[in-house]
């Protein structure tokens, strides 16, 4: 999430800020996960907050589609793909920007770091 009038992430400090205000407790046995849509629920009326998605044009060898396809689906919505003759696959995923980084990573780890992406403007 970011910050609507300047495009660019809120500062440490007035995150923390706004939690205190907002008097959110975190519980340490649930996962960040699960905790993440209620604090944004609280937030959202003391911090203004906006998030940015992206298309993201991914492509994947053929002997990693297997376990990158639900990957990808779990990330993001699947706007474009396609098979090529060499069984890659080549797909086009919109997903929220704040992802990006934790998808890629998913990624790295199931492919062995064999996967192209570019961002698509």
């Known amino acids: 999430y970011v910050d609507p009038s300047t495009k660019l992430p809120h500062p440490v400090t007035r995150i923390e800020n706004a939690l205190e205000s907002a008097d959110v407790n975190f519980d340490p046995f649930k996962p960040a996960d699960e905790q993440v849509g209620d604090v944004v629920k609280a937030l959202r009326p003391i911090l203004p907050m906006s998030s940015e998605n992206i298309q993201l ?57 064999n996967v192209e992406s570019k961002i698509m403007e």
């Open 57 to 113: 044009a991914l492509k994947i060898p053929a002997e990693y589609t297997g376990k990158s396809y639900g990957i990808v689906k779990n990330y993001g919505e699947i706007k474009r793909e396609e098979w090529q003759n060499d069984g890659s696959w080549i797909a086009v995923v919109e997903l929220p920007a704040a992802r990006q980084v934790e998808l890629m990573d998913a990624l790295g780890k199931a492919t062995q770091g």
